[in-house]
């Protein structure tokens, strides 16, 4: 038996869709008997009031699809209807895509689809598959057209020409969002240049070669060859990290099973983090990028909360369960500000642990090879540390402490370009606008692009995530050209700018969990200082 906040769910808009709509219509007509909530099958069993706890129990799924072809043209209203029967269905230029069956097989995770259910994804679709996953493979999918959406009543009764205004807007910004796509797609712009890649090859192998070369250079003082071989794996795994992002996107060889390889070679093998547990998690990050229900990389209560709005707990349809904002959370998160950089020193630690829970625990497409690779990591990391690194235990705990600590600056490089951002509450707006809203971008001179390994660039990355990383500071002008053309913002600040924006932003929150708890004293401390 679970439960679940309804409030929450039909305050929820970014589930969207015909599918929320008729849940929303269920639950406030007192309706028993809905087959389906959070694209799963259950009915629901008590709803007396919008407002309180549903209890809901699993029921067994009933399809009723009929046949159809690619041009059989279908009604919103059986859109709705089969989707509450359990199938999943995507929609892409009116195209409906019946991936019910084929959903646990998706490289991007089972999710993705689920929360895509009934939507218009399009856009999205367009920039994370290659070519040839469009023309090949999605029409042995496609299960007819979805006919012209009249606009439903009580939508109609509150439109104006400014709503009707925006849209044509939004409808613009997807056209020539879509036409910059096909301009780099024309012009080579995906093609990997594999002498990038040879060089980084080299730089890692240098890298590992040097930090067992000192580990065993004995007439060394040995806390100079912790410290020193230490950093030599600090920066092999700051930079194979990169590489390994890069696979996870298909933006390597673009050919998944061997992108797969190079993600599991680098991520799990020799990184100790499972490539399938990241790419669960950073797909449905870069889909619904800082969106309050659905982004995992904006859910960490109780130890940071992104946004005000997240003050309040929140339902999280990621984890499938309820973040609290409790007496926990309020002692942090008021502290935020202050933890953020010693939470990003050993944030490394948090993905060892739930590579392992992910290992354990889900159905991953790669989970007998992540395995091995897991228990490979740490069959040669733990050799190393017990017969390679010198000196007593606390020189083996330095080494290991400087090694995965000074890690801290990737994840500070990874949440700097979010965590100062808007957290979006609706997925309304088209794919491109939310990007440039929800990302940041850093500023930094070409010779400095190592260092960053391509997440200087966030929002370029966000809006053509294939993209190969040498390619990216080649087509910010036009990005920031098409910003421009529809009155959007491309945001981009120096490194240090970032980080004291995240910082303040971070403290304008924690101010606000010390104003909720004492909001009199608070306010008399603002006044004063006014």
Not at 166 to 178: A, H, R
Request: hydrophobic content about 40%; proline content about 3%.
């Amino acid at each position: 038996m679970a439960t679940r906040r309804i409030d929450t769910i039909l305050r929820s808009d970014h589930l969207g869709g015909p599918y929320h709509r008729a849940l929303c219509r269920a639950i406030k007509n007192q309706y028993d008997g809905f087959p389906k909530i959070l694209n799963q099958s259950w009915r629901v069993k008590m709803a007396v009031d919008i407002n309180l706890v549903t209890t809901v129990e699993p029921v067994k799924r009933v399809h009723t699809m009929k046949k159809s072809n690619k041009n059989t043209v279908w009604t919103r209203q059986r859109l709705e209807e089969e989707i509450a029967n359990g199938r999943l269905l995507v929609l892409a230029q009116d195209r409906v895509y019946d991936v019910t069956k084929w959903a646990d097989h998706h490289p991007g995770g089972r999710m993705v689809l689920e929360k895509l259910n009934g939507m218009e994804s399009w856009d999205m679709m367009s920039v994370m598959h290659p070519g040839e996953v469009i023309t090949k493979k999605m029409p042995h999918y496609c299960v007819g057209v979805l006919e012209d959406d009249e606009v439903e009543l009580e939508t109609a009764s509150s439109s104006s020409s400014s709503s009707d205004s925006g849209d044509v807007q939004n409808l613009k910004i997807s056209e020539d969002y879509q036409k910059l796509n096909k301009f780099l797609s024309e012009n080579g712009y995906f093609e990997t240049g594999y002498h990038f890649y040879a060089k980084m090859a080299v730089a890692l192998i240098t890298l590992v070669a040097a930090g067992f070369t000192i580990l065993l250079q004995s007439s060394w003082n040995e806390w100079v060859r912790v410290v020193l071989s230490g950093l030599c794996f600090a920066a092999y795994w700051h930079q194979s990290s990169f590489i390994a992002h890069d696979a996870g996107h298909n933006a390597i060889t673009h050919i998944l099973k061997y992108d797969r390889v190079i993600g599991v070679l680098l991520g799990d093998c020799f990184g100790g983090v499972s490539i399938g547990w990241w790419k669960s998690t950073h797909n449905m990050h870069h889909i619904f990028t800082n969106d309050a229900g659905l982004d995992p990389d904006h859910q960490h209560l109780p130890v940071f909360a992104i946004d005000k709005c997240l003050l309040k707990g929140y339902w999280s349809g990621f984890h499938e369960r309820q973040f609290v904002f409790d007496l926990a959370s309020s002692l942090i998160v008021r502290l935020q500000h202050i933890l953020y950089y010693p939470v990003m020193a050993v944030a490394r630690f948090n993905l060892f642990a739930q590579s392992f829970i992910f290992l354990a625990t889900k159905q991953s497409p790669m989970r007998k090879l992540e395995t091995f690779g897991i228990a490979f990591f740490w069959l040669w990391y733990g050799l190393t540390l017990y017969y390679i690194v010198p000196g007593t235990i606390w020189h083996k705990f330095a080494f290991m402490v400087i090694g995965n600590c000074t890690m801290g600056i990737l994840h500070i490089q990874i949440t700097l370009s979010h965590f100062g951002m808007p957290v979006l509450t609706s997925a309304d707006d088209p794919f491109a606008k939310r990007m440039l809203a929800t990302s940041m971008d850093i500023d930094c001179p070409e010779w400095l692009d190592w260092f960053h390994g391509g997440l200087q660039f966030q929002t370029l990355h966000h809006l053509f995530p294939r993209l190969p990383r040498h390619r990216l500071r080649e087509v910010q002008g036009m990005v920031d050209e098409f910003a421009t053309s529809h009155g959007l913002v491309y945001k981009h600040m120096t490194f240090p700018r970032g980080n004291a924006h995240v910082l303040g932003h971070l403290k304008e929150v924690a101010d606000q969990v010390k104003l909720m708890a004492n909001p009199v004293n608070e306010l008399s401390k603002h006044q004063k200082s006014l």
